[in-house]
């Protein structure tokens, strides 16, 4: 099964920062899953990203200029830019992951070009906003939340990760026909939990033989990460042999190293900051513990190294997380029975062990990419009634 089409790709996502974390091969197999598409066009932002050399040669990468200051009138220079780049290559469908401004755009055009749209989302997009309260237009909640609203009804498929955010979108008034759950695709290699050796756990004082609490991920308020740092003095009282590593950076990090030092905890905690993919990997591999307080790609690599895991029961985690057989679940920001669950496991490691297992044996299951690349290109074939 193979798309002779050629769909574009638009994204703020740059190339060139993905390929400084590690990342830039999973982009590729994202963009052009199985390479089952014939050409997809990634249309971006970011000048560097023009001469950047991928490794799939089926695609290409375009541009977009900023001439005029303001939105408005960049607005509809970058429509322009885009009628004429759909034109220009024969493109037959575009492919969002955004759905605020960025999206509009791609609608807009894809209208005016008579073209259909499919939009992937990651999840609430609402939820996180709220909890930032940060908004992704011009800082409005409502303008931001309209513009999301009128997108996803006026997309031709919206693909949901996970049963949760479908419910979420049928909430806004889109209709169901249109929404489709397929789960979201990994690249292959994740799947290879080997992980690069690495000494970036000795070269920070962390000794490798302490039981390791890990977190990895940004470093904000929509994560919900200040809410381990409250449980780590609990559980200092029972377990005072154990590290806690923070990997990621943000806005609270600062906050963060503040509130340990409050906590009298400094000499347990351990914040490392950005990390490559690769040192992501060994510090999975190292790890007892993987908690996670919000929704995030870190549930598929902490499973891919069948670490047992730690999630507060709050969006799509009930979905992928079966409390007690793949993971353990704790009541959203509940920093007593958060503690409780890591003293728990960190006794009873057989049962630790059983849980990464079967999360590892729930991924490999629902999160085949070959199975998905062929989902999604069913659905873009639908659409254009091929």
Same mark, same amino acid.
């Given at each position: 099964?193979?798309?002779h089409k050629?769909? +574009?790709?638009?994204?703020?996502?740059s190339?060139?920062e993905?390929e400084?974390?590690g990342n830039i091969g999973?982009?590729e197999a994202l963009?052009?899953p199985?390479?089952?598409i014939?050409?997809?066009?990634?249309?971006?932002?970011?000048?560097?990203?023009?001469?950047m050399?991928?490794h799939? $040669?089926t695609?290409?990468?375009?541009?977009?200029k900023c001439?005029?200051p303001?939105l408005?009138?960049?607005?509809f220079?970058?429509?322009w830019q885009?009628?004429?780049?759909i034109?220009?290559?024969n493109?037959?469908?575009?492919?969002?992951?955004d759905?605020?401004?960025?999206a509009f755009?791609a609608?807009m055009a894809?209208?005016?070009?008579?073209?259909?749209?499919?939009i992937?989302?990651?999840?609430n997009?609402r939820l996180a &906003?709220d909890?930032l309260?940060? @908004? !992704?237009?011009l800082?409005n909640?409502y303008? =931001?939340?309209?513009?999301e609203?009128?997108?996803?009804k006026?997309?031709?498929?919206?693909f949901?990760p996970?049963?949760?955010?479908k419910r979420?979108?049928l909430g806004?008034?889109v209709?169901e026909d249109?929404i489709?759950?397929?789960p979201?695709?990994?690249? &292959?290699?994740i799947?290879n939990?080997?992980?690069? #050796?690495s000494?970036?756990l000795?070269?920070?004082?962390i000794?490798?033989?302490?039981?390791?609490?890990?977190?990895i991920?940004? +470093?904000?308020?929509d994560? &919900?990460v /200040?809410i381990?740092?409250? !449980?780590? $003095?609990?559980?200092r009282?029972?377990?005072?042999d154990?590290a806690?590593?923070?990997?990621?950076d943000? =806005?609270?990090?600062?906050i963060?190293?503040?509130?340990?030092?409050?906590?009298?905890?400094?000499?347990?905690?351990w914040f490392?900051g950005?990390?490559?993919?690769?040192?992501i990997k060994?510090?999975?591999?190292?790890?007892?513990?993987v908690? %996670? $307080?919000?929704a995030?790609?870190?549930?598929y690599?902490?499973a891919a190294?069948c670490?047992?895991?730690?999630?507060?029961d %709050?969006?799509?985690h009930?979905? *992928? *997380?079966?409390?007690g057989?793949n993971?353990?679940?704790?009541e959203?920001?509940?920093?007593?029975?958060?503690?409780?669950?890591v003293?728990d496991?960190?006794k /009873?490691?057989e049962r630790?062990?059983?849980l990464? +297992?079967?999360?590892r044996q729930?991924m /490999?299951?629902k999160?085949? $990419?070959?199975? %998905?690349?062929?989902?999604q290109?069913?659905e @873009? +074939? #639908?659409?254009?009634?091929?």
């Amino acid at each position: 099964m193979r798309l002779h089409k050629k769909i +574009m790709n638009l994204s703020n996502a740059s190339l060139t920062e993905l390929e400084r974390k590690g990342n830039i091969g999973y982009a590729e197999a994202l963009y052009n899953p199985g390479n089952l598409i014939e050409e997809v066009h990634h249309v971006c932002w970011t000048e560097r990203d023009k001469g950047m050399r991928l490794h799939n $040669p089926t695609i290409k990468v375009h541009v977009l200029k900023c001439l005029f200051p303001g939105l408005i009138l960049n607005f509809f220079f970058h429509l322009w830019q885009l009628v004429r780049i759909i034109k220009r290559n024969n493109i037959s469908m575009m492919r969002i992951r955004d759905t605020y401004m960025i999206a509009f755009l791609a609608v807009m055009a894809a209208k005016i070009s008579r073209i259909p749209v499919v939009i992937s989302l990651g999840g609430n997009n609402r939820l996180a &906003q709220d909890l930032l309260r940060k @908004y !992704a237009i011009l800082n409005n909640r409502y303008l =931001s939340f309209k513009i999301e609203e009128f997108v996803l009804k006026n997309a031709n498929r919206l693909f949901c990760p996970n049963h949760y955010t479908k419910r979420y979108v049928l909430g806004l008034g889109v209709e169901e026909d249109k929404i489709r759950v397929i789960p979201l695709m990994l690249k &292959q290699d994740i799947f290879n939990a080997s992980g690069a #050796e690495s000494d970036i756990l000795c070269k920070h004082g962390i000794d490798e033989k302490r039981p390791i609490v890990l977190y990895i991920g940004r +470093m904000e308020r929509d994560k &919900q990460v /200040d809410i381990l740092v409250e !449980a780590i $003095p609990l559980i200092r009282r029972e377990r005072k042999d154990v590290a806690f590593v923070f990997v990621g950076d943000g =806005s609270l990090k600062k906050i963060l190293l503040n509130r340990v030092g409050e906590l009298h905890c400094n000499d347990c905690v351990w914040f490392l900051g950005f990390l490559t993919t690769d040192l992501i990997k060994y510090c999975l591999k190292k790890s007892s513990i993987v908690w %996670i $307080p919000m929704a995030g790609f870190v549930v598929y690599e902490a499973a891919a190294f069948c670490r047992p895991i730690i999630a507060f029961d %709050i969006e799509w985690h009930s979905e *992928f *997380f079966e409390h007690g057989i793949n993971g353990i679940l704790v009541e959203n920001r509940n920093i007593v029975k958060l503690a409780e669950a890591v003293i728990d496991l960190l006794k /009873d490691t057989e049962r630790a062990h059983s849980l990464g +297992m079967m999360a590892r044996q729930k991924m /490999d299951r629902k999160h085949d $990419p070959e199975i %998905i690349a062929r989902k999604q290109v069913r659905e @873009y +074939m #639908e659409l254009l009634k091929i």
